[in-house]
């Protein structure tokens, strides 16, 4: 009875060790083919393409500590060079800020007027006061000389700006609505305020009683009709080997004078008294280019090295 109890209970225990055998086995090769199934699914293929794109995309666009903005910034920027091309895809998740206007009333494209002309803008409103002097013969810091036509103007320092504002149209408009044109020859001294005018008498006295003195205006840049061409003087003392340009008669503000040498076109600086100065006699008696704030090109050749002397031209800027 012992030894039948002894046999069984080793049937047994080989038993429990068959199991114990088999079982991790058969899990191991239940678990190899749920694998071969799922790997060979097309659903599996498509996640793992899409999982791996996110992983690239998360990638791209993540900056750590030290890459991208100064300051580590973590926001994604688009870069991109002139010569270089965006896709419709970089371009449709680009962001771009909003073109700012910027201090000099500028809209968010920039024009060539814009580009060229100094304080003085077109389409631009200014605000300030007028006051009177007397213009005498009409001369100024500009230079231009004696004139006729006395509806004049100082233009006070800072818009005045180193003579760019000089031969400029502007209307002047009274706080009744009472209007005149005048032409800027001269430049009010420091003492007049940006915005201020200092009337000529007889310009003053189309706004109001010479006896006000000061009034409070609002004026603006003109290109007003007319049927005088544009002049050209050398400065007294001029030469091959230094000179002097001015240009009279201009409807529109003259924004850049050049003269033509043996290696192209020389753009010559501005003086305070308005002549454009070649100190050395580059270009000196050839032709001459002129720019207007409009960014429009007058070029006039034959004008004779003839110091002191006004030499008109054929030609004249367009009206805006």
Excluded at 19 to 31: H, N, S
């Amino acid at each position: 009875m012992r030894m039948k109890e002894t046999r069984q209970a080793a049937r047994r225990r080989r038993h429990r060790l068959r199991l114990l055998t088999v079982t991790p086995i058969a899990l191991i090769a239940v678990g190899a083919l749920v694998t071969l199934v799922v790997a060979f699914s097309p659903d599996h293929k498509a996640d793992a393409g899409h999982s791996a794109a996110s992983a690239a995309a998360g990638s791209r666009g993540t900056a750590t500590p030290g890459q991208g903005a100064p300051g580590g910034s973590a926001s994604p920027t688009a870069i991109r060079s002139p010569d270089s091309t965006v896709s419709p895809t970089a371009a449709a998740h680009a962001t771009t800020a909003p073109a700012r206007p910027s201090a000099s009333h500028t809209s968010g494209t920039v024009s060539t007027a814009a580009s060229l002309a100094g304080r003085i803008r077109p389409g631009i409103g200014y605000r300030g006061v007028a006051t009177t002097y007397d213009a005498g013969t009409g001369d100024g810091a500009c230079s231009f000389g004696p004139s006729d036509d006395l509806m004049t103007a100082a233009m006070n320092h800072a818009d005045y700006e180193s003579s760019k504002a000089c031969g400029a149209y502007v209307l002047v408009r009274a706080a009744d609505g009472a209007t005149v044109t005048v032409r800027i020859t001269n430049e009010c001294p420091v003492g007049c305020a940006p915005g201020q005018l200092d009337l000529s008498a007889q310009a003053f006295a189309r706004l109001a009683n010479p006896t006000a003195g000061r009034i409070p205006i609002t004026w603006k840049l003109l290109s007003p009709s007319t049927s005088d061409t544009i002049a050209v003087r050398y400065k007294t003392g001029s030469s091959r080997w230094w000179c002097a340009v001015q240009v009279i008669g201009h409807r529109n503000p003259v924004a850049r004078l050049e003269l033509r040498t043996t290696g192209g076109w020389r753009q010559l600086p501005r003086t305070d008294y308005n002549y454009f100065l070649a100190d050395n006699g580059g270009g000196c008696g050839g032709a001459i280019r002129i720019t207007d704030i409009y960014g429009e090109r007058l070029t006039v050749s034959g004008i004779a090295l003839r110091p002191d002397t006004v030499q008109p031209t054929r030609v004249q800027f367009a009206r805006h």
